[in-house]
């Protein structure tokens, strides 16, 4: 059973760069969420997406964004990149109709902004 | 809005030794509460969760966690630490009256110190 899938797994880019983070979810699973996890602190709420749909957001700028594709796959797009922007970026899928909300996470994409 | 307080930034206990890593809970409605663990440089780890029925709920390599609703706590237990323990620990909370809607909010972490 294929769980959760990340690309890349480390990256560096430079200010004012654009990047693009990948994620498969666990198979079965139709929701996707993206986390910010910086360094020392606790993951951070940046967007779900479900039938293709962005259905809730966290604090973040416009600068994030994402897509959900019909195999439920996802990307997140982060725009004009700033120092604090560096963080691990986390991917974890669910099943909408599972109730609980478990979420089941990937290994992560670190992003270090120079 | 619901959120999640890990009030130690640190926890060590002796091997063998219990442990007890805390958490405090606030929602509007009922919660689903979870824990996570996080070893380093990877991503987090299901443990337990909260749903509703008996309050001691038992997880992952022997973990354990009380859900107390007149205190809003859930907090982690284990009778008996290992060093392979030792790692970053994630209280976790989802409003179940969000509906269709799953997000689940994190704490800032205890990091478990075992000492050998």
């Known amino acids: 059973d294929a769980g959760v899938t990340q690309s890349p797994t480390h990256l560096i880019k430079t200010r004012g760069q654009q990047v693009t983070l990948r994620c498969s979810p666990k198979?079965?699973?139709?929701?996707v969420s993206w986390y910010q996890q910086a360094l020392g602190q606790g993951p951070q709420f940046i967007f779900q997406?479900?039938?293709?749909?962005?259905?809730q957001r966290g604090n973040f700028p416009d600068r994030f964004s994402g897509h959900q594709f019909p195999n439920y796959s996802s990307e997140l797009n982060v725009n004009a990149l700033l120092l604090g922007d560096s963080a691990l970026y986390l991917c974890?899928?669910?099943?909408?109709?599972?109730?609980?909300?478990?979420?089941?996470f990937g290994e992560g994409s670190r992003l270090t902004v120079l | 809005a619901q959120s999640v307080a890990q009030p130690e930034d640190q926890v060590n206990v002796a091997e063998g030794n219990p442990l007890t890593v805390k958490c405090t809970y606030s929602?509007?409605?009922?919660?689903?509460l979870f824990w996570y663990v996080q070893y380093p440089n990877r991503g987090l780890q299901f443990l337990l969760k909260?749903?509703?029925?008996?309050?001691l709920v038992k997880g992952s390599y022997g973990f354990e966690a009380e859900f107390n609703k007149s205190q809003t706590s859930f907090h982690l237990k284990k009778p008996s630490a290992l060093v392979s323990d030792s790692a970053l620990y994630f209280c976790?909370?989802?409003?179940?009256?969000?509906?269709?809607?799953?997000?689940?909010?994190f704490g800032t972490g205890t990091k478990l110190q075992v000492i050998p």
């Open positions: 974890a899928s669910s099943l909408a109709g599972s109730g609980t909300g478990e979420l089941f």
């Open positions: 198979s079965g699973h139709d929701t």
């Open positions: 997406y479900y039938e293709e749909e962005e259905r």
């Open positions: 929602v509007s409605g009922n919660p689903y």
């Open positions: 909260y749903i509703t029925g008996d309050n």
């Open positions: 976790a909370v989802r409003d179940i009256t969000s509906g269709g809607y799953q997000k689940v909010t």
